[in-house]
């Protein structure tokens, strides 16, 4: 029988790195794929040395348009199947879109939709024969107008589209597919995309760790999403209350005190 593997992109730090911890810890063994090798060699080592097998290590810029080409040479070459895809790689940039680099820009997209696209679709002939899952990290930007981070928050509202279509798509087939929504997260997303936490993050704040963890418990589930946290699951009602205007206006104004 085929050795099945969970893949974890984005494992080099955060979400991604706790998420491969509760895979691994649940007996799961894991195909870790990121830039930074060193990391992911360093995660691998920790999880075997915790008794767990020894996961896969991809290094591979997802930005770059054979990411997913080898991603699924490096699985092949293994001898392993995909039994869940966690497509937690993505990236976003403060500031308003006309003023930040194009090429950076391009390359969210790249990361957060066309890479979780191509994995999601490369691989779902795997999750239908083994019954796995997807779970795919959006975020809480998803449901939002983004001024600010109009990009990053327009490939989130992507993110939450696509997985509950393909939830649609793929539940009849026995897969499940979940989209987990946090908030601010302590991680280095917040220094990469050019901002200090503020109010926001104290107020909405749950750790990667327990982030992961609910994400976890909601795939294995089956949950549509997964919102960790009180404050955000509140999100969504106050969106139902308040016109899209008023929603919009907020968030610029929130957006203009990170400056």
């Given at each position: 029988m085929t050795e099945r593997v969970a893949l974890i992109t984005g494992a080099s730090a955060g979400i991604g790195t706790e998420l491969a911890r509760v895979f691994a810890a649940k007996g799961h063994r894991?195909?870790?794929?990121a830039r930074r090798v060193d990391r992911l060699t360093a995660l691998a080592a920790e999880i075997a040395a915790a008794g767990g097998?020894?996961?896969i290590v991809i290094g591979c810029d997802l930005a770059q348009p054979d990411a997913g080409d080898k991603i699924a040479a490096a699985l092949a070459a293994a001898g392993v199947e995909v039994e869940f895809i966690v497509n937690n790689a993505g990236f976003g940039l403060f500031g308003n879109a006309i003023e930040l680099d194009r090429a950076d820009q391009l390359g969210i997209i790249a990361v957060n939709i066309r890479a979780m696209t191509d994995l999601s679709l490369r691989f779902s002939d795997h999750l239908i024969r083994h019954r796995g899952g997807i779970l795919n990290v959006g975020s809480i930007a998803g449901f939002l107008p983004g001024p600010g981070m109009a990009v990053y928050y327009a490939s989130k509202a992507y993110v939450?589209?696509?997985?509950?279509?393909?939830r649609g798509e793929l539940?009849?087939?026995g897969v499940r597919v979940t989209v987990l929504c946090p908030g601010p997260?302590?991680?280095?997303?917040q220094a990469r995309a050019g901002f200090e936490p503020?109010?926001?993050?104290?107020v909405l704040n749950v750790s990667a760790a327990d982030v992961a963890k609910a994400g976890y418990r909601g795939?294995?589930?089956n949950r549509r999403a997964v919102?960790?946290?009180f404050g955000i699951k509140v999100v969504p009602l106050l969106l139902r209350i308040f016109p899209r205007g008023f929603i919009l206006a907020a968030v610029a104004r929130f957006q203009l005190r990170k400056r």
């Open positions: 894991l195909a870790l794929v097998t020894a996961p939450l589209s696509f997985t509950e279509a393909l539940g009849l087939h997260v302590p991680t280095e997303f503020g109010f926001d993050s104290a795939l294995m589930a919102l960790p946290g």
